[in-house]
Nanobody, 124 residues
Framework: QVQLVESGGGLVQAGGSLRLSCSASGRTISSYAVAWFRQGPGKEREYVAGISRSGASTHYADSVKGRFTISRDNAKNTVSLQMNSLNPDETAVYYC?????????????????WGQGTQVTVSS
């Protein structure tokens, strides 16, 4: 099975940018569709973006369209999430998740493999 580790979180001012990375080990990440989710204080886990196994298809939550970009480098076994124009409401722990779906899935309950999460804090 695959193990996932997120990195790249931190503190950023409103309007700033961060780039998160999800590194895989144990199995090649090209076998998995990957998605990013986030969970803010007192909030439910929510879908952010997803990418298909090949990277040919991507999908975004409406709230992040035009600001976030998900990408993958299967040769490096990584998936990245570029986040621009961040706002304080997006303060959360960001998780990457993977599973052997043929298509992108935005339901966190369907994913079997998760990283430990990385904290993103956006100050106003």
């Amino acid at each position: 099975q695959v193990q996932l580790v997120e990195s790249g979180g931190g503190l950023v001012q409103a309007g700033g940018s961060l780039r998160l990375s999800c590194s895989a080990s144990g199995r090649t990440i090209s076998s998995y569709a990957v998605a990013w989710f986030r969970q803010g204080p007192g909030k439910e886990r929510e879908y952010v973006a997803g990418i298909s196994r090949s990277g040919a298809s991507t999908h975004y939550a409406d709230s992040v369209k035009g600001r976030f970009t998900i990408s993958r480098d299967n040769a490096k076994n990584t998936v990245s999430l570029q986040m621009n124009s961040l706002n304080p409401d997006e303060t959360a722990v960001y998780y990457c998740a993977a599973d052997t779906f043929l298509f992108i899935n935005n339901d966190w309950r369907r994913y079997d493999y998760w990283g430990q999460g990385t904290q993103v804090t956006v100050s106003s």
